[in-house]
């Protein structure tokens, strides 16, 4: 499998960039070239799948 580069400067390593963008209300984490920081793709704030497994715990739906 090829390793995922920046589009931009060829870099290979990626990290994770809190983001507002103007006129949303929320926060969203880029997923950001670590040298140039071109972004190259957008994940919501809260990660979903951790949030609905709590769900689940709390509520012992099975
Ligand atoms: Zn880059």
Redo the contacts with the bound molecule.
């Keep these: 499998m090829a390793a995922s580069k ?1 589009p ?4 290979k390593s990626f990290e994770m960039q809190e983001i507002q963008p103007s006129g949303s209300k929320w926060k969203y984490q880029a997923v950001q ?1 670590s ?4 972004v190259v793709g957008v994940v919501e704030y809260f990660n979903v799948s951790a949030l609905v497994s709590r769900i689940i715990d709390h509520f012992k739906i099975k």
């Design positions: 920046c931009s400067c060829e870099n070239c040298k140039c920081g071109s």
